[in-house]
């Protein structure tokens, strides 16, 4: 079982930034795959990026170019940078770890993009 943290969300005015943090612990070894994804009201839960044990990334077309992800191996973090937001970036961010066995997920942050 992988237990995952996030942390840094908040309000940000349209155009700033925020850099979202999420801290693994338990079997990461298991860990394949770790992703952020996001849910705002009312909407599906949708992938917003994604980085492999091999550094393969994804991101997500409405986020190209604004957001980065990258992960530390030795702290066992990983991380979404996100830039020039936008209202529509409005939603709870949940980090996700995928591996062999069930995918686990964090308790998510709130980001809030609003004048």
């Known amino acids: 079982q992988v237990h995952l943290v996030e942390s840094g969300g908040g309000l940000v005015q349209p155009g700033g930034s925020l850099r979202l943090s999420c801290a693994a612990s338990g079997s990461i070894r298991q860990i394949v795959r770790l992703a952020w994804y996001r849910q705002a009201p009312g909407k599906q839960r949708d992938l917003v990026a994604s980085?492999?044990?091999?550094?393969?990334?994804y991101y997500a077309d409405f986020v190209k170019g604004r957001f980065t992800i990258s992960r530390d191996n030795t702290k066992n973090m990983v991380y979404l940078q996100m830039d020039d937001l936008k209202p529509e970036d409005t939603a709870i961010y949940y980090c996700?770890?995928?591996?062999?066995?069930?995918?686990?997920w964090g308790q998510g942050t709130q980001v809030t993009v609003s004048s």
């Open positions: 996700n770890a995928a591996g062999p066995g069930p995918g686990s």
């Open positions: 980085v492999t044990t091999g550094t393969l990334v």
